[in-house]
Structures are given as structure tokens and as C-alpha cells.
């Protein structure tokens, strides 16, 4: 049901894929879901499709974000990117949510998580969501080790900080392993961590519903 190479190896072909000119992604053959190993299962399919519509979202982010520190972005602009930030972040979490129900629903008929196991802090989705960052900065540190007409110490400042993201991700997709394969023998548990945002709900952000108000009567 869960592999991290697998998961690396989607993040990575699609942050490449939609990086390209729209005609060649449309020409980039579909998303291939390999066998995930032992513990594969029929669900496997749908949720690494969670996995790589969890990753769209935080490219989306990373490079909305990036239209907000352009240089000359008017105040209008700034506010605008900023709206479809917080609307993309929650998607994003929303997201990191919901791999982890599929993968706890796809556990549940097996008695896991096993109630009496240590609980890990972090859950499967939250490792994914920081694998996907992971993959969109190796991707764009590369760029820059690559970039032509740059000084030598440009490129070599960013292979050195490349170096560092792909240990930090080798090390991270070691641990989601590890926590699944301990979760599946009953000796660590997770659970659903709910992200709760406030900020994108009239009912709860002050700063909309004090706008939202009507004004007193005179």
C-alpha cells in the first residue's frame, strides 16, 4: 500500500512533467502506478493518485507564492495572489488529510493501528506533504546548479544545497518506511491529525466576519 520510493518517483516525474511547455505535457505519456510491494492492494492505485494530486497542489503553491515576490506586483496583485495562496494551502492540507484517512480506513479491517503501540508523532500524510516540498526544491536547486551564465560559485553553492535535499529526503523517506512497516506489525501507531485552519472560514477569522457584520442600528 505505501512505498516512499514510489512516492518520491511520482513527485519527481510530475515536477518535471508540469514544468514543461503545455504542449509537451500533453504529449507526456499518463501517470504509471507501479506495484508498491508486499503489501499492495487494490486501493493502492487510488491513493498514490491522493499522493500525486497532494503534490499538484503544493506545486501550485510554490510557484503562486512566487508571483507574489515579482518585483513592481501592485498592491491589487499581492492581494489577489494572496487569496488564491490561502485557497491553495488549505487544499493542500486538505489533501495530506486525506491520504491519511485512506491509508487508516485501508488498515482498519486489520485491527491496525494497533491501539497499544507507541504513537509516532508525525503521520504518513504530513511525511508525504514534506516529501513533496522536498521534490519541488530538489528540482529547482538542480535548475540553478545547471543555470547557464552564472558565476562557478553559483553552481557550486547549489550543488553543495543539493547534496543536503537529497540526504534530508533519502533520510525522511527512510523514516515513512519504516513507520508503515512498524505500523503494519503493530509496534507504532498513528493517527489523524486535523490541521483545523481558521484563517479561509467566515465563521472563525475575525478578520472576515467583523467585516462581514452588519453594521449597528443608529
Given at each position: 500500500?505505501?512505498?516512499a520510493?514510489?512516492?518520491?518517483r511520482i513527485?519527481?516525474?510530475?515536477?518535471?512533467?508540469?514544468?514543461q511547455?503545455?504542449?509537451?505535457q500533453?504529449?507526456?505519456a499518463p501517470?504509471?502506478?507501479?506495484?508498491?510491494g508486499?503489501?499492495?492492494h487494490?486501493?493502492?492505485?487510488?491513493?498514490?493518485?491522493l499522493?500525486a494530486?497532494?503534490h499538484?497542489?503544493?506545486?501550485?503553491?510554490?510557484?503562486i507564492?512566487?508571483?507574489?515576490?515579482?518585483?513592481?506586483?501592485?498592491?491589487a496583485e499581492?492581494?489577489?495572489?494572496k487569496?488564491?495562496?490561502?485557497?491553495?494551502?488549505q487544499?493542500?492540507?486538505?489533501l495530506?488529510?486525506?491520504?491519511?484517512?485512506a491509508?487508516?480506513a485501508?488498515?482498519?479491517?486489520?485491527?491496525?493501528p494497533?491501539?497499544?503501540?507507541?504513537?509516532?508523532s508525525?503521520?504518513?500524510g504530513?511525511?508525504?506533504?514534506?516529501?513533496s516540498i522536498?521534490a519541488?526544491?530538489i528540482?529547482?536547486?538542480r535548475e540553478?546548479?545547471?543555470?547557464?551564465?552564472?558565476?562557478?560559485?553559483h553552481?557550486?553553492?547549489?550543488?553543495?544545497?543539493?547534496?543536503?535535499?537529497?540526504?534530508?529526503?533519502s533520510d525522511?523517506?527512510?523514516c515513512?518506511?519504516?513507520?508503515?512497516?512498524?505500523?503494519?506489525?503493530?509496534?507504532?501507531?498513528f493517527?489523524?491529525?486535523?490541521?483545523?485552519?481558521?484563517y479561509?472560514?467566515?465563521?472563525l477569522?475575525?478578520?472576515?466576519?467583523?467585516?462581514?457584520?452588519?453594521e449597528?442600528a443608529?
Open positions: 500500500m505505501l512505498s520510493i514510489e512516492i518520491v513527485q519527481d516525474r510530475q515536477t518535471r512533467d508540469w514544468h511547455p503545455p504542449e509537451a500533453s504529449q507526456a501517470l504509471q502506478i507501479e506495484d508498491a508486499p503489501e499492495t487494490s486501493a493502492a492505485p487510488d491513493w498514490l493518485l499522493v494530486r497532494q499538484r497542489a503544493n506545486f501550485d503553491l510554490w510557484h507564492e512566487d508571483e507574489a515576490r515579482a518585483p513592481g506586483a501592485t498592491d499581492l492581494a489577489a495572489v487569496r488564491r495562496i490561502d485557497r491553495t494551502n487544499l493542500r492540507n486538505d495530506a488529510e486525506e491520504i491519511d484517512r491509508l487508516l485501508w488498515l482498519e479491517p486489520s485491527g491496525l494497533s491501539p497499544d503501540a507507541p504513537l509516532h508525525e503521520s504518513p504530513l511525511i508525504v506533504d514534506r516529501l522536498l519541488l526544491k528540482y529547482h536547486t540553478e546548479a545547471q543555470r547557464a551564465g552564472t558565476l562557478p560559485d553552481a557550486a553553492r547549489n550543488r553543495d544545497r543539493l547534496a543536503i535535499l537529497e540526504e534530508q529526503r525522511l523517506a527512510g515513512l518506511d519504516r513507520l508503515w512497516r512498524e505500523t503494519l506489525v503493530g509496534t507504532r501507531r493517527k489523524l491529525y486535523r490541521q483545523l485552519k481558521m479561509n472560514d467566515p465563521a477569522n475575525p478578520a472576515i466576519y467583523r467585516k462581514l457584520a452588519p449597528p443608529p
